[in-house]
């Protein structure tokens, strides 16, 4: 019942900005951690950011300062921004919602960012 999907992915010069969405359905948002992953071709999917059911966020040093991590409980939807992008941001980036239940996390089917002049 409960699908991730992400949006606003594409292709952005170094320095410019980019922000994804990732929309959820079913009835789990209210209560689910929310995250933002990547994975780069021959890399490990690594944690970007994320922000709690009660809207803490939390970031990987490597995006601290540039992006943004925040939430709409009312659309049932997570947002990144991302500022001052560089090639190294260039991934495919996921969605992730973690209701804290015995079925386990949800993850989206991604949306690709590429960092290139």
Known sequence: QVQLVESGGGLVQPG?????SCAASGSIFIISDMGWYRQAPGKQRE??????SGGSA?????VKGRFTISRDNA???VYLQM???KPEDTAVY????DPKRPAGD???KGTLVTVSS
């Not at 410019?16 to 994804?20: A, F, S």
């Not at 996921?94 to 919602?97: D, E, L, S, T, V």
């Open 83 to 85: 500022n001052s992008l």
């Open 106 to 108: 949800y993850w989206g």
């Open 58 to 62: 939390n970031y990987a040093d490597s």
């Open 75 to 77: 659309k049932n939807t």
């Open 16 to 20: 410019g900005p980019l922000r994804l």
């Open 47 to 52: 944690l970007v950011a994320s922000i709690t």
């Open 94 to 97: 996921y969605c992730n919602a």
